[in-house]
């Protein structure tokens, strides 16, 4: 796996990557607040045709917008981010969809989850974003399209636009290929 933005602190030790996510990165482009930002950490493989992706995330989020969990790249204008996003002293699972523009969906969890289990199925032209807090019942957060038959990049995303950092546990990332 390959590092876009390489934390100063992180490990990897069998299947679990622990990072500490650095304040001031983030990924998103223009909508509502007009800046374009594609500094958040990311490591990832390359991945062509379809295929699942799946990760446990376990993250001390404190600050506004401090998130965590997968993210599927193909250039600094098309790719889509998803996992948990803090907002209001709050966990939101939450997607951002970007091409060239980018979109905010969030699901709030008063419950603020410990854990998230995030899995993403890229299928054709459409990928399908699913959640679960304990890895047996899943929940479809979002579907979006995204170009088809083209290589991209899938793996551990994680940034801290306002904050000062936090650190992270990712678990059991895998890839299947499903083409």
Do not use: C
Request: no cysteine; net charge negative; hydrophobic share 40%.
């Amino acid at each position: 796996m390959i590092w876009h933005n390489e934390p100063a602190n992180w490990s990897e030790e069998g299947d679990v990557v622990q990072v500490r996510v650095e304040g001031g990165t983030d990924f998103w482009r223009i909508t509502h607040y007009d800046f374009v930002r594609h500094n958040g950490h990311f490591y990832y493989k390359e991945q062509a045709g379809d295929f699942v992706a799946s990760v446990k995330v376990t993250g001390q989020y404190a600050d506004l917008y401090d998130q965590a969990g997968l993210m599927l790249r193909l250039d600094e204008q098309q790719w889509i981010k998803t996992g948990i996003e803090y907002v209001e002293e709050r966990q939101n699972v939450s997607a951002v969809v970007t091409r060239e523009f980018s979109d905010w969906s969030v699901s709030p969890q008063d419950h603020n989850p410990p854990t998230v289990y995030l899995r993403l199925t890229r299928q054709g032209d459409a990928v399908r974003i699913d959640y679960s807090f304990d890895d047996f019942v899943y929940h479809m957060l979002r579907m979006a399209y995204f170009p088809p038959t083209i290589p991209v990049q899938i793996g551990l995303m994680a940034a801290a636009p306002d904050g000062r950092g936090f650190n992270v546990a990712f678990e059991r990332f895998t890839v299947l290929d499903i083409s």
